[in-house]
T-cell receptor, first 109, second 113 residues
């Protein structure tokens, strides 16, 4: 079993839809959590950190559930420009970063 | 502008040849990393460094070598021992390894001639 698992998708949604991605992790020593966005043939770019109380940045909401060991990313009012692969990243207290394999989102007109 | 610069963007390697990928950062970050990404796959850690003159192997270090002589620079050498080097190579840096996110350069695509 992988340390960090994501549903690979693809998720195909119409513009304006709300879409949610989950990411589960197995290491209970995990300390910090992030969501990245990666466009085709480009580098990953930090989308947002995930805080224990949940956090929001415009149309994006991230949540952490430590008891069930998962993080989520909610995108509201999807835009065509949201089409990308979304990676979750989990850092342990030993400083090890593990990347999920990513979930691919395609937003269609 | 602060950031991470990788060069070259595209690199071709002949059989039996060693090639070196450059990574320079002016963010004053202590930690630096090298990842490999194959088509349709996630990122796999090759090497990382927390401080100058110190580095550790990641999950797939065989066939690769690194150095960290300066805080700003973390070059990766793909040796002839790496039999399947064709991939997208990403360099990243972070302030520290546990609580801070990593920031990436725009990558080097390596292919075999």
């Amino acid at each position: 079993r992988k340390e960090v698992e994501q549903d690979p998708g693809p998720f195909n949604v119409p513009e304006g839809a709300t879409v949610a991605f989950n990411c589960t992790y197995s290491n209970s020593a995990s300390q910090s959590f992030f969501w990245y966005r990666q466009d085709c043939r480009k580098e990953p770019k930090l989308l947002m950190s995930v805080y224990s109380s949940g956090n929001e940045d415009g149309r994006f909401t991230a949540q952490l559930n430590r008891a069930s060991q998962y993080i989520s990313l909610l995108i509201r009012d999807s835009k065509l420009s949201d089409s990308a692969t979304y990676l979750c990243v989990v850092n342990t207290n030993a400083g090890k970063s593990t990347f999920g394999d990513g979930t691919t989102l395609t937003v269609k007109p | 502008d602060g950031g991470i610069t990788q060069s070259p963007k595209y690199l071709f390697r002949k059989e039996g040849q060693n090639v070196t990928l450059s990574c320079e950062q002016n963010l004053n970050h202590d930690a630096m990393y090298w990842y490999r990404q194959d088509p349709g796959q996630g990122l796999r850690l090759i090497y990382y460094s927390q401080i100058v003159n110190d580095f550790q192997k990641g999950d797939i270090a065989e066939g690769y070598s690194v150095s960290r002589e300066k805080k700003e620079s973390f070059p990766l050498t793909v040796t002839s021992a790496q039999k399947n080097p064709t991939a997208f190579y990403l360099c990243a840096s972070s302030i520290e390894r546990t609580y801070q996110p990593q920031h990436f350069g725009d990558g080097t695509r390596l292919s075999i001639l």
